[in-house]
T-cell receptor
Framework: EPEVTQTPSHQVTQMGQEVILRCVPI?????FYWYRQILGQKVEFLVSFYNNEISEKSEIFDDQFSVERPDGSNFTLKIRSTKLEDSAMYFC???????????FGPGTRLTVL | KNQVEQSPQSLIILEGKNCTLQ??????????LRWYKQDTGRGPVSLTIMTFSENTKSNGRYTATLDADTKQSSLHITASQLSDSASYIC??????????????FGIGTKLQVIP
């Protein structure tokens, strides 16, 4: 069964460094999402992406964040200058039209030291 | 402001017993409500999805209900198994123009099933 994949599973970085989190959505899906979950807290929406542009973003998704779909398969989240508070699990999700169901990847655990 | 409240925060039940988890929401305009199961350190996995017109949806031992008038949903787990131990998250989507979804997550109910 097709599934969303994410790499790496765990990323450790120094504060101020740039990180790129990678996701491969399910192939026939057209809507893509990034979420984060700080340890012990609820999942928070970051951004949605459709037709090669951001369709919606939350207040968390500031200028330090960017998303890209560089080719037909990858969907990336870049954090330009990481802060300690960026430490969290980052989940990618995708969904096919016209379904309402989003399929989540296994997540990338980002640790900022 | 769109909000999703879940109760209880945590629950411990004996294997084989039933349980019901609650979700109240203030999301408008309502599009759909989903229940997810999230194992520790893993991504959420969808259990059920309900739109405005659906009152009940089942997926094996999981049965979700939706009362769109009172803006409440419940997830009933029958004959619980040890593998049901996880967080159960209620997620409500608001309809936006262009078909995009604005999604609000609940904090989840942490269920522990013990032998």
């Amino acid at each position: 069964e097709p599934e969303v994949t994410q790499t790496p599973s765990h990323q450790v970085t120094q504060m101020g460094q740039e990180v790129i989190l990678r996701c491969v959505p399910i192939s026939n899906h057209l809507y893509f999402y990034w979420y984060r979950q700080i340890l012990g807290q609820k999942v928070e929406f970051l951004v949605s992406f459709y037709n090669n542009e951001i369709s919606e973003k939350s207040e968390i998704f500031d200028d330090q964040f960017s998303v890209e779909r560089p080719d037909g398969s990858n969907f990336t989240l870049k954090i330009r200058s990481t802060k300690l508070e960026d430490s969290a699990m980052y989940f990618c999700a995708s969904r096919p039209p016209p379904s309402n169901e989003q399929f989540f990847g296994p997540g990338t655990r980002l640790t900022v030291l | 402001k769109n909000q999703v409240e879940q109760s209880p925060q945590s629950l411990i039940i004996l294997e084989g017993k039933n349980c019901t988890l609650q979700c109240n929401y203030t999301v408008s305009p309502f599009s759909n409500l989903r229940w997810y199961k999230q194992d520790t350190g893993r991504g959420p996995v969808s259990l059920t999805i309900m739109t405005f017109s659906e009152n009940t949806k089942s997926n094996g031992r999981y049965t979700a209900t939706l009362d769109a008038d009172t803006k409440q949903s419940s997830l009933h787990i029958t004959a619980s198994q040890l593998s049901d131990s996880a967080s159960y998250i209620c997620v409500v989507s608001a309809a936006n123009s262009g078909g995009y979804q604005k999604v609000t997550f609940g904090i989840g109910t942490k269920l522990q099933v013990i032998p």
